[in-house]
């Protein structure tokens, strides 16, 4: 079982939201019309410090899981007896910079609707209306996020290449005693969903693995729409070309940003290069990129 995974019970299902007083930054929602999305409920009020630390959290969510099918909505439960003015709450969500739906519930319908008796509180519902997962206070952001991930179909984590935070390194032998060495890697015969390897002659540092010679590969197991990965040449105005497959083939209509129908690019800045973005439907599929020449500097997947 992969351990970075969340147990996501059926809780109940997601209640209506049509006890709102009012709605910004959106018509009033149903959850008729979140069906088909995955659906983060936070309840907050502007006033609440603790909720304010969250805000950073969850804005940055809404941002980068809105095209995989997340939709955040801030209910604004008052505490006080102000902030159930409604130009208060427009001017709040203005300057914190709240651009998802917010439902304004002064009359604390939809509080009571959930249920609920603490600010901040996250409900995450799945496509099917259905609470998977619940949240008071603060913190537990990291879990928080691989539920939105688990929900929207993006189960791979960020994965470092170097032996001080790599993971799930799936070469036969492992990183070994030759830390910061020349060696050759092979690719087991099958790699577990989450699970990379190195093909080559290459040297693992602390927070990357270098290719020293001739051709070399890195393949990983993922679940994503996304394959990112931060890459470099081996001085600044060289390049590395590279040809990236997917279970095995060229990715055409799959291709990232980065490279073209054919899986062909070239590394020659140090960024995080866009490889792969699937179409649905989501699927564990094979990542490979093979480096056509050496030198280039590997150092961290990320997944979208």
């Not at 979140?34 to 609440?48: A, E, I, N, Q, S």
């Not at 083939?249 to 699937?278: F, I, K």
């Amino acid at each position: 079982m992969d351990a970075t995974r969340v147990d996501l019970p059926v809780e109940s299902r997601l209640p209506s939201f049509g006890g709102a007083t009012g709605w910004l930054n959106s018509p009033a929602l149903s959850a008729e019309d979140l069906g088909g999305k995955v659906v983060l409920v936070d309840f907050w009020t502007y006033t609440c410090i603790n909720w304010l630390r969250t805000l950073a959290y969850v804005r940055a969510w809404s941002e980068k899981y809105e095209d995989q099918g997340l939709v955040v909505v801030g209910v604004h439960t008052p505490e006080f007896p102000f902030e159930r003015d409604t130009d208060n709450i427009r001017l709040a969500v203005k300057d914190m910079r709240v651009a998802y739906p917010v439902a304004i519930d002064s009359d604390y319908a939809v509080w009571q609707a959930f249920a609920n008796n603490y600010w901040p509180a996250v409900y995450i519902a799945d496509t099917e209306g259905r609470i998977r997962y619940h949240h008071f206070g603060e913190g537990a952001y990291d879990e928080q996020e691989r539920v939105i991930q688990q929900l929207v179909g993006v189960e791979s984590p960020e994965t470092y290449l170097g032996y001080q935070q790599g993971e799930n390194f799936a070469s036969p032998g492992g990183v070994g005693v030759r830390r910061r060495s020349a060696r050759e890697y092979e690719p087991p015969d099958r790699l577990q969903l989450n699970h990379w390897a190195l093909a080559g002659n290459w040297t693992i540092e602390p927070g990357l693995s270098v290719l020293n010679d001739g051709d070399g590969s890195v393949s990983f197991r993922f679940h994503a729409r996304d394959v990112n990965l931060v890459m470099g040449p081996p001085e600044p105005g060289a390049s590395v070309p590279f040809r990236v497959l997917v279970d095995g083939e060229a990715p055409g209509a799959a291709h990232g940003s980065d490279v073209d129908e054919e899986g062909h690019g070239a590394v020659a800045q140090q960024r995080l290069h866009q490889l792969v973005r699937q179409p649905a439907p989501i699927e564990d599929r094979t990542f490979e990129i093979t480096f056509l020449a050496p030198g280039a500097e590997v150092y961290c997947f990320t997944f979208g």
